[in-house]
């Protein structure tokens, strides 16, 4: 059978691989071809503002060739465009060894030339790379993928950036030497960078629609309200990027900073991208973009302000800390508006699609670059602006950042009006987002989705459900959602061990449901919501009504846990009668000692024996009884462990030894023991009930209940009775003589 255009899940690791390869490379390639060093070189050829404000937009503009493409490659496979664009790219970045012969006007002009040539390439390869990123990634992982995409660029970027302001320190090569062959050397990186992404796995073509222009595609994007409101913001974003790219020149015009040290700064940046995409990857997928790209804008309005209010006589660090800030946040919301843009890309039309959306952009890139480079030369004005008391306020760029705080203002009322499926409220998420338990629970959740061993599961499950905040609760409600998962079970059990209200109905759900393989587990958890009506009633429905008994036992359980009340002990008493398998009876038996105050069911102390059961039921029985009443050392199930496990001599000399205290066993040790080693049962049971009938236990009913029940044995068959049951009577009788009354 032939495949689709569609990629399976292996060939979408291994494209994933290749694109996180391509982007290493991509980052040491752009960020030697890109924005930082062609500022440079303009302003060492003494560009103007508006020059200036071109190259932050020129990256955008070229998107105005967009429209084309999808006519120019019409059936071409998509990879191979764009692994060839981006080769383009970087041959063309070889002209700018044509700088060493020219100067002034001419430098600048073929400087915007070739830096505009080289974003038409790479302007192509981006718009088909938003379908690449779609094709290579599933919904529930592409807030992960665009994180680790973003990571793999910034990090190799971040360390070339870093060798770049160490090289252009060096005197040698702090003038055009150094810039131009930084250049050269980023147009060879960028050949690796242009291999690693031809070997993506791709069987999309471009498409071109006959009479689908731009303009078509944009009239029906505009149609669609969602749809609508995700582009604005990818539009918006874009255009706040695009100023916010200006604070490079800013810190060599206004502050006069040197070469090497605008280029720390681009590296303050990378860090802000870093940590902006290790945002995204974390809680994109889980909290939704919406709410935190309207919480980012809020955080940008107050930097951009800071910017706009700061004066350039301020340290360079305030600057480095300010820069970072902003841009973490700018970077945050272009990360998430590309993700949230990607859930409604269409499939059949990816190219025409973002070839209308980067046409948007070239024209909404180059007028908010125009427009900053004026405000840029509006400096003056600024300046009088903030002036209070003969003391000014603001720089040279101030209307271009309050600009910035315009547009982001916008972005902030259009994030708040779009609708986003399964994301969180704003609050909500900040809930998340700004609280140590919310984070906490993403780092939990993290590690639970890289985590193997067992044990080390069970514990981070228990964790998260000692985590309160909202995350860790809709993570919880996805497990219990799951109709089966490794940690369900721990889910449940967690909630039982941290009652958490707001899963509540999610927990009665399981409960009531009959094929769910954790009903006795949730059954029991509802044990721990004693307050709430709702749980006595479902548990009546159960007890009553439940397709199994061991859905019956486990609710006469949990029901005597929240009531601790008589009403129905009858109907316990009756269903208990029937159980066939240990766990129900000991389910039994727990409901009966919270219902039951007097501990009348004691009576039945034999019962048991009287049912034939095994050996191993018997004990289990008899130790449960056992614990009810908390006698003390030495425990029954210790000695039913030893006995399992050696001889009798093992088991019985120490407990004989310990039970000397009792004046009965004192003064007939030996005979006790040989009663034991020769299987003298009847003499055994002649001696234990001699010593309840010298005891008075009447001041405690469940002990004149037991001994009711233990006294019982006297009709008994003899033959009915084993190891097992002599052991618990020679245990109970001497518990209840040393616990009489004088």
């Excluded at 791709?202 to 995700?230: D, P, W, Y």
């Excluded at 070239?362 to 003969?390: C, E, K, M, P």
């Excluded at 029985?621 to 050696?646: D, H, W």
Aim: hydrophobic share 50%.
């Amino acid at each position: 059978m032939g495949k689709t255009k569609y990629l399976s899940e292996a060939e979408k690791q291994l494209g994933r691989k290749h694109m996180y390869l391509q982007e290493f490379f991509n980052g040491v390639a752009y960020s030697l071809l890109g924005d930082t060093i062609v500022y440079l070189l303009a302003i060492y050829f003494g560009a103007g503002n508006l020059a200036l404000g071109y190259i932050a937009s020129a990256s955008y503009i070229a998107g105005a060739v967009l429209p084309f493409i999808p006519l120019i490659f019409k059936g071409k496979n998509q990879i191979k465009v764009q692994s060839s664009v981006w080769l383009l790219r970087g041959v063309v970045c070889f002209g700018y060894v044509g700088l060493f012969f020219l100067t002034g006007d001419a430098a600048v002009l073929l400087l915007l030339g070739i830096y505009t040539i080289f974003n038409i390439f790479r302007m192509v390869g981006i718009a088909l790379n938003d379908f690449t990123m779609k094709s290579i990634s599933s919904v529930s992982n592409r807030g992960k993928v665009v994180g680790n995409v973003n990571v793999a660029y910034q990090s190799s970027s971040m360390v070339v950036r870093c060798i770049t302001a160490l090289v252009l320190g060096i005197q040698q090569f702090s003038g055009l030497v150094g810039l131009i062959g930084l250049q050269i050397i980023g147009a060879f990186m960028n050949f690796f960078a242009a291999h690693q992404m031809s070997l993506i796995p791709s069987r999309s073509t471009i498409v071109h629609n006959k009479g689908r222009t731009v303009f078509t595609i944009f009239r029906e994007a505009m149609g669609q309200s969602s749809l609508r409101r995700r582009l604005f913001l990818r539009w918006l974003s874009t255009s706040v990027s695009v100023i916010f790219g200006l604070t490079v020149p800013f810190l060599r015009i206004e502050l006069a900073l040197s070469n090497s040290m605008v280029v720390l700064y681009s590296v303050v940046l990378g860090l802000a991208v870093v940590a902006a995409s290790y945002i995204s990857k974390q809680f994109s997928d889980r909290l939704g973009s919406r709410p935190l790209v309207f919480l980012s804008t809020l955080f940008s309005l107050f930097f951009f302000l800071l910017w706009a209010l700061i004066t350039p006589q301020t340290s360079p660090v305030v600057f480095f800390f300010l820069g970072f800030f902003t841009n973490f946040f700018v970077a945050l919301i272009s990360l998430l508006v590309f993700r949230l843009l990607a859930q409604v890309m269409p499939d059949d039309d990816a190219v025409g699609f973002n070839s209308m959306a980067n046409f948007v952009i070239a024209i909404v890139a180059f007028g908010v670059g125009i427009v900053s480079g004026l405000l840029a030369d509006s400096g003056d004005l600024a300046r009088s602006i903030f002036t209070f008391d003969s003391r000014s306020a603001g720089n040279g760029y101030t209307l271009v950042f309050l600009f910035a705080m315009v547009l982001t203002a916008v972005e902030a009322l259009v994030a708040a009006k779009l609708q986003e499926v399964g994301a969180y409220s704003s609050q909500a998420a900040a809930a998340v987002v700004f609280s140590m338990h919310g984070l906490k629970a993403v780092s939990m959740i993290e590690k639970l989705e890289k985590e193997t061993d067992p044990a080390k599961r069970r514990f981070l499950m228990h964790s998260l459900g000692s985590n309160y905040n909202n995350m860790a609760t809709s993570e919880i409600r996805s497990i219990l959602a799951s109709p089966f998962s490794s940690d369900k079970i721990e889910a449940v059990r967690a909630l039982a061990d941290r009652p958490r209200k707001s899963l509540l109905d999610d927990l009665i759900t399981i409960a009531r449901d009959d094929d769910s393989y954790v009903q006795l587990d949730a059954i029991a958890a509802l044990g721990s919501y004693k307050k709430d009506p709702k749980v006595k009633e479902v548990m009546l429905q159960l007890l009553k009504y439940g397709r199994w008994s061991s859905v019956r036992s486990m609710a006469s359980k949990t029901l005597a846990r929240i009531t601790e009340s008589t009403e129905y002990l009858p109907l316990v008493n009756e269903l208990s009668h029937n159980a066939k398998h240990i766990d129900e009876v000991i389910d039994f038996l727990i409901a009966k000692r919270h219902m039951d105050k007097e501990g009348t069911f004691y009576q039945e102390f034999f019962l048991s024996v009287e049912q034939g059961r095994s050996s191993t039921f018997r004990q289990t029985r008899y130790a449960v009884i056992a614990s009810f009443l908390k006698f003390g050392s030495p425990r029954l199930s210790t000695l039913f462990e030893q006995m399992n496990t050696g001889s009798v001599k093992d088991f019985l000399s120490g407990f004989l030894t310990e039970a000397r205290d009792l004046n009965q066993i004192d003064l007939h040790y030996d005979e006790v023991h040989s009663m034991f080693t020769n299987h003298r049962w009847d003499e055994l049971r002649t001696f234990c009930l001699g010593i309840l009938d010298d005891c008075n236990v009447s001041f405690d009913p469940n002990f004149e209940n037991l001994k009711i029940g233990i006294l019982k044995s006297r009709e008994m068959d003899i033959k009915l009775f084993d190891m097992q049951d002599a052991l618990a009577g020679l245990y109970f009788c001497y518990s209840l003589g040393k616990n009489a009354k004088v």
